[in-house]
């Protein structure tokens, strides 16, 4: 099946540092990729969408000059959290877009915790 | 505005008994509705996904149906096991979009 990889899988950092997170789809070509974030014992929700060679579109309430996504490969997809503050400490998962519109598949999640 | 909620919030069963989680929606306009598991720390494993077009899916213990004109889905679990124990999340598909509830935290016991 379709695998998605994300690094780091933890990473701790100081408040006003940037952290960047990846996404990887290991065995197949995604065209779209989803960023999501998860509170504690909250649903998963969306941040943004990002497809391969152009801006990622961002849902409402996201900053988006705070959280930068490039999607410059058909495999790879990238969130930088800028000037990280503790507010900002959330799991945060990725997902690749298969060949079907009902079809994502998920990575296992980067837990960031500022500190 | 599309939401989804999930209920209970949590869930703690002796091993063995056959269990109903229930997952309902706002927006009855859905494309598919999908159900996952997510373990502590963890990304998410599909269970099963219902097309708007049908009404129930199965896998081995599980089974969840779909109601798109009351706005509801349940996921039933039979003969439940300690390793059940989980977050169990529903999300509906609008497009290519999934919104999702936040999940019902279920514990098994021995």
């Known amino acids: 099946g379709a695998v998605v990889s994300q690094h780091p899988s933890r990473v701790i950092c100081k408040s006003g540092t940037s952290v960047k997170i990846e996404c990887r789809s290991l065995?197949?070509?995604?065209?779209?990729m989803f960023w999501y974030r998860q509170f504690p014992k909250q649903s998963l929700m969306l941040m943004a969408t990002s497809n391969e060679g152009s801006k990622a579109t961002y849902e409402q309430g996201v900053e988006k000059d705070k959280f930068l996504i490039n999607h410059a490969s058909l495999t790879l997809s990238t969130l930088t959290v800028t000037s990280a503050h503790p507010e900002d400490s959330s799991f945060y998962i990725c997902s690749a877009g298969g060949t079907g519109a009902d079809t994502q598949y998920f990575g296992p999640g980067t837990r960031l915790t500022v500190l | 505005k599309q939401e989804v909620t999930q209920i209970p919030a949590a869930l703690s069963v002796p091993e063995g008994e056959n269990l109903v989680l229930n997952c309902s929606f706002t927006?009855?306009?859905?494309?598919?509705l999908q159900w996952f598991r997510q373990d502590p720390g963890k990304g998410l494993t599909s269970l099963l996904l219902i097309q708007s077009s049908q009404r129930e899916q199965t896998s081995g213990r599980l089974n969840a149906s779909l109601d798109k004109s009351s706005g509801r889905s349940t996921l039933y679990i039979a003969a439940s096991q300690p390793g059940d124990s989980a977050t169990y999340l529903c999300a509906v598909w609008y497009g290519n979009k999934l919104v999702f509830g936040a999940g019902t935290i279920l514990r098994v016991k021995s």
């Open positions: 065995d197949f070509q995604a065209t779209t």
């Open positions: 927006d009855s306009a859905i494309y598919n």
